[in-house]
């Protein structure tokens, strides 16, 4: 059964918001254009703030899912009109693409050096590339070679592994807040060798 409530999908690039209104009559989704809108306007009580450096880097996941969780219940397609259907179809995938994005600091560190104009290469690409991320590197091989060997109990090495990316994160957290891009880019890099690890901890468990 139809809700009697009108739904009404706003949709942009970099926002969507969803209102209701008391009304027996349907409405078609409409575009709206906000252009200082992301990810974090989507979550209005998880991240009341925003992004850094106005929000903190760290997010309450727990929060953060709740609010994913309504957001997709009120976008859900089947609680809409046929003409409707499709922005809602929209607005949902645009919902997911935002919380996936959020719930993971890899993947919201690398968004929010995007959003301010200084997006990070695949590995191995653009800026940064010198000593630092040699040495880097060289470290990430040797903890490869010692999982693949079995030199370490996979134990201790998950343990290393999570204190080394719980280090990246802080570090995020003080660049984004000081808007020191170019630390942030430099600990996405890091940060992303280290999840690469944990992926291949992970393998290795199955």
């Given amino acids: 059964m139809k809700t009697a409530l009108r739904h009404t999908i706003r949709l942009h690039p970099a926002h969507i918001r969803l209102h209701s209104s008391s009304s027996s009559s349907s409405s078609s989704p409409t575009a709206t254009a906000t252009a200082t809108a992301t990810y974090y306007a989507l979550f209005p009580h998880t991240l009341p703030r925003g992004p850094p450096p106005h929000g903190p880097f760290n ?16 976008a859900h397609p089947d609680k809409h009109l046929p003409s409707a259907k499709r922005a809602a179809q929209d607005a949902s995938a645009h919902i997911n693409e935002a919380y996936r994005t959020l719930r993971s600091p890899l993947a919201r560190a690398t968004y929010l050096l995007s959003l301010a104009g200084k997006p990070v290469g695949e ?15 060289g470290e990430v091989m040797g903890v490869r070679e010692e999982i693949e060997d079995g030199e370490k ?27 020191d891009f170019g630390r942030a880019g430099r600990e996405v890099r890091r940060l992303r060798y280290w999840v690469s690890i944990r992926q291949a901890l992970d393998g290795r468990e199955e």
Avoid: Y
């Fill in 59 to 74: 997010i309450d996941g727990t929060r953060l899912h709740n609010e994913f969780l309504q957001l997709q219940s009120r």
């Fill in 153 to 179: 109990a996979v134990g201790l090495s998950r343990a290393e592994n999570e204190a080394r990316i719980r280090d990246c994160e802080a570090r995020l957290g003080e660049a984004f807040g000081e808007r």
């Fill in 123 to 137: 590995e191995g690409e653009g800026e940064g590339e010198g000593a630092e991320d040699a040495e880097l590197l």
